[in-house]
């Protein structure tokens, strides 16, 4: 079994803190994360190249990191249906064990348990709508439901 790279292991903890989160959540929340990391200590966790799309930072590369998890049996991925029958996915965090190693540093730890605690229960519709109104996204005057600098890659030290 292949181990993990350090952004997939950041995924997992992602998924095992947040409450059935789609890839919109995960992907706002790793923004966000590498946003505060990078103001607080000049270094981001996940390392994704975040391009602004219609619904805010986005890399495609998280696809290829949960397939590693779900592959891994790290995660489980789930097909829900909105009350209109549109069909999206929500991660869970496999309960079962397994032999894969998905720990993370102290200072890691530290800076997930102050963030994810701050953001605990928010969505993908309030998660986007912060993630609107930060600095990278603002410098580029992206508007929700605009295509401002659409696929335009985000300078975290905006």
């Known amino acids: 079994m292949p181990e993990l790279s350090n952004r997939q292991k950041l995924i997992a ?3 095992q803190r947040h ?5 919109t959540v995960l992907m706002k929340l790793a923004y966000l994360l590498d946003l505060i990391a990078r103001k607080k200590e000049q ?3 996940f390392g994704y190249v975040y391009r602004r799309y219609t619904y805010g930072p986005f890399d495609e590369a998280i696809y290829h990191d949960l397939k ?3 592959d891994d049996g790290v995660a489980i991925a789930t097909t829900e249906y909105t009350s209109d029958g549109k069909e999206y996915i929500v991660y869970n965090f496999n ?3 397994t032999d894969t190693d998905f ?3 102290e200072v890691q730890e530290a800076m997930f348990n ?3 605690e701050s953001l605990k229960g928010y969505g993908a519709k309030a998660l986007t709508d912060i993630a609107y109104k930060t600095a990278p996204m603002q410098a580029l005057g992206a508007t929700l439901g605009g295509n401002e600098h659409i696929n335009e890659v985000l300078n975290l030290e905006a």
Do not use: C, G, N
């Not at 409450?19 to 890839?23: A, C, K």
């Open 68 to 70: 590693a998890l779900i």
């Open 114 to 116: 102050e963030i994810m």
């Open 19 to 23: 409450e059935r989160p789609t890839v």
């Open 103 to 105: 720990s993370i540093t």
């Open 95 to 97: 309960e079962e064990p």
């Open 43 to 45: 270094d981001v966790y």
């Open 13 to 15: 903890q992602l998924i």
